[in-house]
């Protein structure tokens, strides 16, 4: 696979404050706080660079030794479509977890479709549930939703391998 970015743990502060403007573009503000990408027990967090500067990131964290939830995955918008999203899967799957470990993702579904749904099925992962409108309740309350029309509309679809 052609490299674009480089991957990285994301240990950096520099990189972690670049990753919390790439979550405020595409999830809204206060989606994630800087502590979300700071390093913690149990938790992946991978950065894409490009330049030294952060175009993507993925977290993960272990529920046990058998299983993982991956939290997020966000790519800038000016580098989307551009493979930094698969980079950032590849490396996480090849390099950070044992064939045993189970993947499960969520990804919501609003009227464009359901993000996240092309990445997750090239890595193996199936959509198996839909979860409904588990963020209502905090839909543009504790986070600004950038696809809020009056309403919480997204859905969660939940993914696994």
Not at 7 to 24: P, R
Not at 78 to 104: C, E
Not at 120 to 133: A, E, H, R, S, V
Request: with cysteine; proline share 2%; hydrophobic share 40%.
């Amino acid at each position: 696979m052609k490299q674009l970015v480089k991957i990285n743990d994301l240990t950096n502060s520099t990189h972690q404050k670049q990753c919390l403007i790439i979550s405020k573009s595409i999830f809204g503000d206060l989606y994630h706080d800087i502590s979300f990408f700071e390093p913690k027990k149990n938790i992946i967090s991978l950065v894409a660079l490009k330049n030294e500067m952060a175009v993507g990131f993925l977290i993960a964290h272990f529920i046990n030794t058998k299983k993982i939830k991956l939290d997020c995955v966000g790519v800038s918008k000016k580098f989307q479509k551009q493979k930094v999203g698969t980079q950032l899967m590849y490396y996480f799957i090849k390099n950070k977890l044992s064939d045993s470990v189970k993947i499960v993702a969520h990804a919501w579904k609003n009227k464009d479709g359901i993000n996240a749904q092309n990445l997750n099925i090239k890595f193996g992962l199936k959509p198996i549930l839909n979860l409904g409108k588990i963020w209502v309740n905090e839909c543009n309350k504790s986070f600004k939703c950038p696809y809020y029309k009056g309403r919480c509309t997204c859905e969660s679809i939940e993914f696994s391998s």
